[in-house]
């Protein structure tokens, strides 16, 4: 018997207890901006090796990203390959179970030394703030789980998948392969920004399909050489590859229809990615490629253009959410059932940490 979506729900919620229940009409609308990502700042990335495997996870510092093509209209007339192979739906999880939102926190001190997690409300993946949108926006289409642990002054927002693996069942990753320059040997990269949203501070991450550059370089399988450990206490190992810069983000997509991706909207900005890359096809085969900007992307969906309203409930959730997670030893859970509709918080009982022992002592500790 095929296993129920309500499932994965209970079986995440058993032996947990419920503290309250969040009703979307409740949220309020602060008096402050929360329209705009303010003291945006690019502050680590990393790639994940194609090797790793989930008993031998290993990452690349800083990574190297896939590259947009220069000539985005020599695509045309190109005929797409349909893809229904299975694929990993979340890498850090995979690789990571126990411990996704580790490489974060070993990347960044690599990357920008002097940045300062002591001023930072939520560390969290793009994909937990564009689910909490969809809640607040009443557009919610599926159950979730976010998990949360309160590590010293921030709080961690631990995305949970259903499934590890999924089909993508469309020609959308074989548009991605025609259209940048990929790396070979390294797969899923990942960027690692901060800003402001309203009056909290975020540490954000995110999958980049490509960036906008030209400098590419290929790397040769030679360099396990060069493997490190973090820690005894981790099971994550690392490679120091080139040097970490800001980069100009690009979002990827394909489409057989005339409809625009509008939830590309959130995906950006919850990122500040730069450029959209459409490709139009019929039947696999591209008839147009559409490059538009965020900005470009807002005209087009009118109704993005007065967002306040929308921002300011998700910045009050937020809130929320930061006054239930208190106690630092505790894992605690927010849990939307498509069902009924229902948003639950729960805490859960005897759940392990999310991070490793050295990263709790080292960022618990108020020193960070």
């Keep these: 018997m095929a296993k129920k979506s309500s499932d994965w729900l209970t079986w995440h919620l058993k032996n ?4 309250t229940e ?6 309020t609308i602060p008096d402050f901006d929360c329209t705009q990502l303010n003291n945006y700042e690019q502050i680590g990335s990393y790639s994940w090796s194609s090797y790793s495997r989930p008993y031998n996870p290993i990452i690349v510092i800083p990574g190297r990203p896939s590259v947009l093509i220069q000539n985005l209209q020599s695509l045309v007339s190109q005929h797409l390959i349909f893809n229904s192979e299975q694929s990993i739906i979340d890498e ?14 070993r990347t960044v001190p690599i990357c920008s030394p002097k940045f300062e997690f002591s001023k930072i409300d939520f560390l969290t993946d793009r994909n937990n703030l564009r689910k909490l949108l969809d809640f607040v926006e009443n557009k919610t289409d599926r159950s979730f789980i976010i998990d949360f642990q309160k590590v010293g002054n921030f709080i961690l927002m631990v995305r949970n998948e259903e499934r590890n693996l999924g089909r993508d ?13 990929v790396n070979q040997g390294y797969c899923g990269h990942r960027r690692i920004v901060t800003y402001s949203f309203g009056d909290l501070n975020f540490v954000t991450r995110f999958e980049v399909d490509c960036v906008e550059d030209d400098d590419l370089e290929f790397k040769e399988d030679d360099y396990f050489r060069n493997k490190l450990k973090f ?30 991706p509008v939830k590309k909207w959130a995906q950006m900005f919850f990122s500040k990615t730069d450029y959209l890359v459409i490709g139009r096809h019929r039947d696999g085969i591209l008839n147009r490629i559409q490059k538009l900007s965020f900005e470009q992307v807002t005209h087009i969906l009118q109704n993005r253009k007065n967002i306040q309203p ?17 106690d630092e ?13 229902s948003m639950k918080f ?9 991070l490793p022992n050295d990263l709790i002592e080292q960022f618990s500790n108020k020193n960070i």
């Design 16 to 19: 947990s207890t419920l503290i």
């Design 22 to 27: 969040i009703f979307q009409n409740e949220l």
């Design 92 to 105: 850090n999880r995979f690789y990571l179970h126990n411990h996704p939102m580790e490489p974060i926190l």
């Design 169 to 181: 069942n469309s020609f959308g990753k074989d548009f991605e392969n025609v259209a940048s320059l």
């Design 231 to 260: 820690s005894d206490k981790s099971k994550l190992s690392y490679i120091i590859d080139g040097k970490f810069r800001p980069r100009v983000l690009v979002e990827l997509t394909s489409r057989s229809k005339t409809d625009f």
């Design 310 to 326: 929308t921002m300011g409930r998700l910045n009050s959730l937020m809130h929320k959410i930061k006054e239930l997670v208190k």
């Design 329 to 341: 030893n505790c894992v605690y859970s927010l849990v939307y059932d498509y069902s009924n509709k």
């Design 346 to 354: 729960c805490k859960l009982d005897n759940h392990q940490p999310y």
